[in-house]
């Protein structure tokens, strides 16, 4: 028996598989004992206790003392004796199956997470124009944050992108990807996500990579909401690589993003199609900023590039040397001191400003 883990004590074995299922959800390890004077001797330690109804009508219940966080889980109409019992009991929440998945898988991940860190921030990136280079970008800037020994998450958001693990070099990697993914209940612990997403060593550090596939479904609205959930919670840098067409899972992102930054490369044509995302973004995104990239065919300087897209300069960048062959050779990670490096970087200070402007 463990003291971390919630008590579990349901007979039903349809109701228990159910239980098994959302605690594996929410990566929450369970102590189940078989009946109420098993649970004695850990009922006031654990953190949680989790108990069907057969469970309820045992008389040694009424022996153990009264504590918090007891839940009954049970079918959507529980006797009208077991409410009455499960009040005087003292049970702090009836949780009705499967109607309230989701409050049980949170109640699971709350235990499994501990008290959540907080200080997640929630990166955007979008192209000015297609091929910008804002998948690159956002990549740069995940993998600075894990080089920087902070925890880091990249979000692909561009269901028809071909995967942001191809950008990685991580396309044969094991790891779940969106098709892969059901979050149906609302909530998810990133100690789940990262046991089973892709992982990319990047110096010291390590990113947890949620990629879109070669074929499949892309994110959902809820999905997005979800993942982003967990990884603000647990104090990742969540990074997410936009699609420039925003579909309703990337406009969750901007709603939900601390700060987004607009990739634009140092082009008339391309500061006016920037001009445009700006546009649209600029009532729904809380902070917007552009990223000036090279190479500037005819030295376009960055300050007109974001006069005209309407937008501060978060940074500009020289043109990455030999980045794409590294991208068609699957061997991509920006160079420690190099352009892309030092533009993410200057990327994730705005982004950590604005948390200390908010916390000020
Ligand atoms: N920092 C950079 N320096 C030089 N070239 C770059 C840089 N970033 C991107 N590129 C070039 O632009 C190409 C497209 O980059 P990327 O896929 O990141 O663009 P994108 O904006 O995500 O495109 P899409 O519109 O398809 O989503 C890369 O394959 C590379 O050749
Ligand atoms: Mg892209």
Known sequence: MSEDRPLVIVRDGALLDD??????????????????????ANWMRAPLVVLDEQALTSRELDRLPRR??????????????????????????VVCLPAEESSLVASFADVAEGPGVGGGRVLGVIGG??????????????????????????????????????????EHEAGLRWPDL?????????????????????????????????CGAGPTPDGIAAVLDAGTRAGCTVVCDLPRDLNAAGWQVIDLADLVAVVVPAEVRASASAQRVVERLADRARELGVVVRGPAPDDLPADAVADAAGARVLTVMRAEPRLGKALDRGEFQPKPSGPLAAGAAEVLDALFAEQAKAVA
């Not at 239980?19 to 004695?40: G, H």
């Not at 080089?147 to 998450?153: I, S, V």
């Open 68 to 93: 918090g966080g007891v839940l009954l889980v049970g079918s959507p109409q529980p006797e009208s004796e077991a409410w009455q019992r499960a009040f005087t009991v003292g049970i702090e929440r």
């Open 19 to 40: 239980v098994l299922r959302l605690a594996a959800a929410a990566a929450c390890e369970l102590d189940c004992v078989p009946d109420v004077t098993a649970a004695s």
């Open 182 to 214: 059901t979050l149906n209940s609302g909530r998810v612990s990133m100690a789940a996500l990262r046991e089973a997403l892709l992982g990319v060593h990047c110096g010291s550090g390590s990113l947890v990579v949620l990629s879109c596939g070669r």
């Open 129 to 170: 124009r297609g091929g910008a280079g804002a998948s690159v970008f956002a990549a740069s800037v995940a993998i600075e944050a894990a080089r920087a020994g902070r925890a880091a998450l990249l979000v692909d958001c561009d269901g028809i992108g071909g995967g942001i693990d191809l950008v990685l070099g991580a």
